[in-house]
């Protein structure tokens, strides 16, 4: 009987003991994934990279993750700084990291302004990072992330003209990449997030989970949208990316994907870096967010452009943190490349919506 329970304890609990769990824990285990490529409707700018560190006259080694949006005419970049020196490839301690701005007129060239426009620290938050960007009601409100000495937290502020920005919720540790949507759905705000159950797991094996709220405070009614197994392009981690934006179809929701492969060793800064971020591609419905319609199941974005494949901080790094809509129909996104520089790709807004329905639903 002692031994019958012993047992059970551990296999129903794995941080005890690993080896029942061998295939859920060992990245050796994991399926490789192999090469990948982006969809041939996307294009790249020319221009690439639209945003590099020397843009910026306060000197960050890298900046990237942006989010971006257009409020009161005229697009509007929040970019993630960090600092260093990338000569030596050597950065500097993450409380130094903080959040830029800048302005353009047309998505393409950028008018980066003097400072940092935001940054949170104290005794307990050591930095603020990952900035996306909604426009709400003739509101600006812009999730980010904090690092703080007892877990990720995700953030959400409101601003009206980036100098000043009024936080209004931290949620509890660990979940970030939140993004909302850019209107009530039901009577309520609804966002993704990017929960971090690293207990159960042993490990990164993270999903896209949908929850809302009726004052952009108190957040509930959390649902489970997509899970790691959900991507054929992902083995390790998935999560939100840019916030999603309205079609006559559904919500076109931009992702993030994540494959490792043991086999990759240094590139780029580090001494070894085994992973692979994607951008991707969900369709869901307009008035029930957690429904996913279509799905994309090959990348809509893969490294392959040198300054996301072979150059910079991270190489094989997109990571998509702005959608935008035009007039005409098409759909620009901004990605950060390589964790190292701003960048952005274009496809028209029908080509999209119908490479996520000839996916198919979830399922």
């Given at each position: 009987m002692v031994r019958a329970?012993?047992?059970?304890?551990?296999k129903a609990?794995p941080?005890?003991?690993?080896?029942?769990?061998?295939?859920e824990?060992?990245?050796?285990?994991?399926?490789l994934i192999?090469p990948?490529s982006?969809?041939?409707?996307m294009?790249?700018h020319?221009?690439?990279p639209?945003?590099?560190?020397s843009?910026?006259?306060?000197?960050?080694?890298l900046?990237?993750n942006?989010g971006?949006t257009?409020?009161?005419?005229?697009?509007?970049m929040?970019?993630?700084?960090?600092?260093?020196d990338?000569e030596?490839?050597?950065l500097?301690?993450?409380h130094?990291?903080?959040?830029?701005l800048?302005?353009?007129?047309?998505g393409i060239?950028?008018?980066?302004?003097p400072g940092?426009?935001?940054g949170?620290?104290d005794?307990e938050i050591?930095?603020?990072?990952?900035?996306?960007?909604t426009?709400?009601?003739?509101?600006c409100?812009?999730?980010?992330?904090?690092?703080?000495?007892?877990?990720?937290?995700g953030?959400i502020?409101?601003?009206?003209d980036?100098e000043r920005?009024?936080?209004?919720?931290?949620?509890?540790?660990?979940n970030?990449n939140m993004?909302?949507f850019?209107?009530?759905?039901?009577?309520?705000?609804v966002?993704?997030?990017?929960?971090?159950p690293v207990?159960?797991?042993g490990?990164d094996r993270?999903?896209?989970?949908?929850?809302?709220?009726p004052?952009?405070?108190?957040?509930g009614?959390?649902?489970l949208?997509?899970?790691?197994e959900d991507l054929?392009y992902?083995?390790d981690?998935?999560?939100?990316?840019?916030?999603?934006?309205?079609t006559s179809?559904?919500w076109l929701?931009?992702?993030?994907?994540?494959?490792?492969?043991?086999?990759?060793?240094?590139?780029?800064?580090?001494p070894?870096?085994?992973?692979?971020y994607?951008?991707?591609?969900a369709?869901?419905?307009?008035e029930?967010?957690?429904?996913v319609?279509?799905?994309?199941?090959?990348?809509l974005l893969?490294?392959?452009?040198?300054?996301?494949?072979?150059?910079?901080?991270r190489?094989?790094?997109i990571?998509?943190?702005?959608?935008?809509l035009?007039?005409?129909?098409?759909?620009k996104i901004?990605y950060?490349?390589?964790?190292?520089v701003?960048?952005?790709a274009?496809?028209h807004?029908d080509?999209?919506?119908?490479?996520?329905?000839?996916?198919?639903?979830?399922g």
């Amino acid at each position: 009987m002692v031994r019958a329970c012993i047992y059970f304890i551990m296999k129903a609990y794995p941080i005890l003991n690993p080896l029942f769990h061998k295939k859920e824990t060992d990245p050796m285990t994991l399926p490789l994934i192999g090469p990948l490529s982006s969809a041939k409707i996307m294009r790249r700018h020319p221009a690439n990279p639209v945003l590099n560190p020397s843009d910026v006259p306060y000197a960050p080694a890298l900046v990237f993750n942006a989010g971006v949006t257009k409020y009161q005419g005229r697009y509007v970049m929040v970019f993630r700084c960090d600092y260093g020196d990338a000569e030596s490839k050597t950065l500097l301690p993450s409380h130094t990291t903080n959040l830029g701005l800048a302005y353009s007129s047309d998505g393409i060239h950028w008018d980066v302004q003097p400072g940092p426009c935001f940054g949170l620290t104290d005794e307990e938050i050591i930095r603020t990072y990952d900035p996306r960007l909604t426009v709400i009601d003739g509101r600006c409100f812009m999730c980010f992330a904090v690092d703080t000495k007892h877990g990720i937290r995700g953030g959400i502020a409101v601003t009206d003209d980036f100098e000043r920005f009024e936080v209004l919720s931290m949620s509890v540790p660990d979940n970030r990449n939140m993004v909302l949507f850019p209107e009530r759905i039901g009577g309520h705000y609804v966002r993704l997030e990017r929960p971090m159950p690293v207990y159960s797991r042993g490990r990164d094996r993270f999903d896209i989970w949908v929850s809302d709220s009726p004052d952009l405070k108190y957040w509930g009614n959390a649902k489970l949208l997509l899970g790691v197994e959900d991507l054929p392009y992902a083995n390790d981690k998935i999560g939100p990316g840019a916030p999603p934006v309205k079609t006559s179809k559904g919500w076109l929701a931009a992702i993030h994907s994540v494959d490792i492969d043991p086999a990759r060793g240094k590139n780029g800064w580090e001494p070894a870096w085994k992973k692979r971020y994607c951008a991707g591609l969900a369709l869901l419905d307009l008035e029930d967010p957690s429904r996913v319609i279509g799905l994309y199941r090959q990348p809509l974005l893969a490294p392959e452009a040198p300054y996301e494949a072979e150059e910079g901080f991270r190489t094989q790094v997109i990571f998509p943190g702005g959608m935008v809509l035009e007039d005409d129909g098409e759909v620009k996104i901004y990605y950060g490349a390589a964790d190292t520089v701003e960048c952005v790709a274009a496809a028209h807004v029908d080509d999209l919506v119908k490479l996520c329905l000839e996916g198919g639903p979830k399922g």
